[in-house]
């Protein structure tokens, strides 16, 4: 199993996941959405309380409206680079972190 970072995340990016994950190289950054690299994930949840979106699921938790997110966290993780400090949410994020179908707005 593993978990995944879905919708909310996308164009706030607020990084604290980060901080939290105690495996190097598991997070990897896009322009406006982290992922989750599968291949790294120790399956240990603590991103999961820390995120303020509510963005990141267990594999088996994620919502039957975002179950793409699963195969997009590990293509996404492949191509992307490591993040492993916290960096400041990105500008908007707090108007965008209550708005739904953001995947429309994922910077690839
Ligand atoms: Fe995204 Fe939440 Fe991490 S918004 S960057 S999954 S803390």
Redesign the pocket.
């Known amino acids: 199993m593993t978990y995944v970072?879905t919708e909310?995340?996308i164009r706030?990016?607020?990084?604290?996941?980060?901080e939290a994950c105690p495996i190097d190289d598991c997070?990897k950054e896009g322009e406006n959405?982290?992922v989750i690299d599968p291949e790294e994930c120790i399956d240990c949840s603590l991103?999961v309380p820390?995120?303020?979106?509510g963005?990141?699921y267990a594999e088996d938790d994620v919502p039957d409206d975002q179950l793409e997110y699963i195969a997009l966290n590990a293509e996404l993780a492949k191509d992307w680079p490591a993040i492993n400090e916290v960096k400041d949410?990105l500008p908007g994020?707090e108007q965008w972190v209550d708005v739904t179908d953001k995947l429309q707005f994922l910077s690839r």
Do not use: G, H, Q
């Open positions: 970072v909310n995340c706030c990016k607020y990084t604290d996941c980060v997070f959405f982290l991103c820390e995120c303020p979106a963005a990141i949410p994020a």
